[in-house]
Structure formats: C-alpha cells, structure tokens
T-cell receptor
Framework: DAGITQSPRHKVTETGTPVTLRCHQT?????MYWYRQDPGHGLRLIHY???????DKGEVSDGYSVSRSKTEDFLLTLESATSSQTSVYFC???????????FGQGTRLTVV | DQQVKQNSPSLSVQEGRISILNCDYT??????FLWYKKYPAEGPTFLIS?????DKNEDGRFTVFLNKSAKHLSLHIVPSQPGDSAVYFC????????????FGPGTSLSVIP
C-alpha cells in the first residue's frame, strides 16, 4: 500500500471556525490532490499540487486554500467552515511515471 | 458542467453474469482514463486504465473499452462476483504540466449471489 496518511480521520466543527486537514505521504510523489466526495457528485477536485509551493485550483475550490511547503505534506484549510463543506475529504498522491493515483483513507468532516 | 459523466447511479447484476459500467466525457484534451473501485469507509483504489491511443485494455476479469469518436468508455466485469459490489468511479486525466485528474460521480454496483 502507498504510504499516505490523512489526519484527522473524523472531525466535527462549528460553523465559522477554521479547519485544517493534513495529508502526509512517504512515497516522494510529485503530485498531490484534495478531493471531496458527496452523494450524487462523486469525487470533485478541490485543489492540487504539482510540486513544493506549486498549487492550483480544481473544480470546487471556493472556500478552501492549500499549502505545500514540503514534498510530503499537503494541507487543506477551510478558513471559515460552512455546513456545505460537510463532506468526506480524500487526499491522493501520484507519481508522473505511474499515472494511477493512490488515495488516503479519507477524513469525515461535519460542520454543525 | 461535469466533464466526466456516469449516468447510471446504480446497477444490479447476478453473480456470474457480465457487469457493464459506462462513462462519457466531454473534454477532448483527456489523454488517459482510469477506473477506481471504492468500498464504504475506504479510499478509492485503482482498478484498470487505458491510454487514449488504445481502444481496449484487459486485466483478468476486467476489460475497459474506449470509443474516442463517441467520447465513451465502458468497464466490463466478467464474471461478476459478490466481492465486486462497490462504487466504481471513472476518471480522466488532462495532459498538461499539471496533470489534473477529474472523476465522474460514480456507479454503485451490486452483485447479487
């Protein structure tokens, strides 16, 4: 299994509070992605990174920011959480040579 | 608008029969397509892929077909087994220096014993 860890695995937070989700990899893969999974929408790309300090927006980036200061860590921040951001968040990593992505176990975030 | 579409939210198949999951896409810049399988409470796992220069790729019980002119691909599972019951996501890669990967909404497959 690819070495990818998401933390926390579960979180309940209040509307308006900041939240940071962490994705940590031990594979030294160049590409890292944050997706959210919602019923009827599947996996939607929030942000992705193609190298340290190199990030770009995905399909549903509003309300989210990311940072990648080290190859192994990709952080997803909700500056002010809203109920619409209640979802399951998945981090994925990929090496350019191998085009398939490896996913973490997911983080279930509930905003109340 | 979704660039990768899976129009069947769910599919039920008898054990031993063929399962066919369909996927349509709109972006001509996609150059690589992948299928992922997801069990509840787990992350998606890679199943099979196909390059846009091919029209078929086979791996054991799983075969993916690509029809570029129709912007359509399908995943065939033969024979279907109860352990295949899962959500299947179609995904496509845009070949740029950033390698964006876009997923479809998924199809939930139930294989009935």
């Amino acid at each position: 299994d690819a070495g990818i860890t998401q933390s926390p695995r579960h979180k309940v937070t209040e509307t308006g509070t900041p939240v940071t989700l962490r994705c940590h990899q031990t594979e030294n893969h160049r590409y890292m992605y944050w997706y959210r999974q919602d019923p009827g929408h599947g996996l939607r790309l929030i942000h992705y990174s193609y190298g340290v300090k190199d990030t770009d927006k995905g399909e549903v980036s509003d309300g989210y920011s990311v940072s990648r200061s080290k190859t192994e860590d990709f952080l997803l921040t909700l500056e002010s959480a809203t109920s619409s951001q209640t979802s399951v968040y998945f981090c994925a990593i990929r090496d350019r040579v191998n085009t398939e992505a490896f996913f973490g176990q997911g983080t279930r975030l509930t905003v109340v | 608008d979704q660039q990768v579409k899976q129009n069947s939210p769910s599919l039920s198949v008898q054990e031993g029969r063929i399962s066919i999951l369909n996927c349509d896409y709109t972006n001509s810049m996609f150059d690589y397509f992948l299928w992922y399988k997801k069990y509840p409470a787990e992350g998606p796992t890679f199943l099979i892929s196909i390059s846009s220069i091919k029209d078929k790729n086979e791996d054991g019980r799983f075969t993916v077909f690509l029809n570029k002119s129709a912007k359509h691909l399908s995943l065939h599972i033969v024979p279907s087994q109860p352990g295949d019951s899962a959500v299947y996501f179609c995904a496509a890669r845009v070949e740029t220096s950033y390698d964006k990967v876009i997923f479809g909404p998924g199809t939930s497959l139930s294989v009935i014993p």
